[in-house]
T-cell receptor, first 117, second 115 residues
Framework: GNSVTQMEGPVTLSEEAFLTINCTYT??????LFWYVQYPGEGLQLLLK?????DKGSNKGFEATYRKETTSFHLEKGSVQVSDSAVYFC????????????????FGKGTKLSVIP | EAQVTQNPRYLITVTGKKLTVTCSQN?????MSWYRQDPGLGLRQIYY???????DKGDVPEGYKVSRKEKRNFPLILESPSPNQTSLYFC??????????????FGPGTRLTVL
């Protein structure tokens, strides 16, 4: 079955530091890949996504590139802010046109990021 | 404003006392889903629904029921809650007429404690 493995947290960084959160996946075919963010006390929000190999998703200064050869989708940000403190989830969904299962997201366990001033 | 609402947001109950967590969306989405979030396990899907009167099991359906009588509502029912159902629950919705990679919208979560 499908699975997502992301680096364990928590991760604590100083403001303006560089962030990398590793994510690798196992799936048949060519899944779509996502990063979701969960701010304290809130639900999950889509941060960025990529739907095919070599696609780069980006949003709010975060980036991730779909690497099929290494089955990875690492999240990066060049300069984190205190407001980026949250839990980050890597997720995948199966390829389009595979029926109801296409909409099911398989999540990693989440990585808690704390950014200190 | 596009919204997924859940009620209650917090609930403490006792073993065996039936409860319902409601989920409502105003986006006219066909697809709705329930997840539970547990420390060290991420989110796991409980049930999902492709449309009214169409529901199916996710990865961890044991001990839960759902119904989809109206498009906007997708309640999660625990007939006889047990302590291992203590968790954070999220409802999610998605449009199905477009791409499967369209955004999935999540509710704010319901923190359930079963004593």
């Amino acid at each position: 079955g499908n699975s997502v493995t992301q680096m364990e947290g928590p991760v604590t960084l100083s403001e303006e530091a560089f962030l990398t959160i590793n994510c690798t996946y196992t799936a048949t075919g060519y899944p779509s890949l996502f990063w979701y963010v969960q701010y304290p006390g809130e639900g999950l929000q889509l941060l960025l996504k990529a739907t095919k190999a070599d696609d780069k998703g980006s949003n709010k200064g975060f980036e991730a590139t779909y690497r099929k050869e290494t089955t990875s989708f690492h999240l990066e940000k060049g300069s984190v802010q205190v407001s980026d403190s949250a839990v980050y989830f890597c997720a995948l969904s199966p390829r389009e046109n595979s029926g109801a299962g296409s909409y099911q997201l398989t999540f990693g366990k989440g990585t808690k990021l704390s950014v200190i001033p | 404003e596009a919204q997924v609402t859940q009620n209650p947001r917090y609930l403490i109950t006792v073993t065996g006392k039936k409860l319902t967590v409601t989920c409502s969306q105003n986006m006219n989405h066909e697809y709705m889903s329930w997840y539970r979030q547990d420390p060290g396990l991420g989110l796991r899907q409980i049930y999902y629904s492709m449309n009214v009167e169409v529901t199916d099991k996710g990865d961890v359906p044991e001990g839960y029921k759902v119904s989809r009588k109206e498009k906007r509502n997708f309640p999660l029912i625990l007939e006889s809650p047990s302590p291992n159902q203590t968790s954070l629950y999220f409802c999610a919705t998605q449009e199905t007429s477009g791409s499967v990679t369209d955004t999935q919208y999540f509710g704010p979560g319901t923190r359930l404690t079963v004593l």
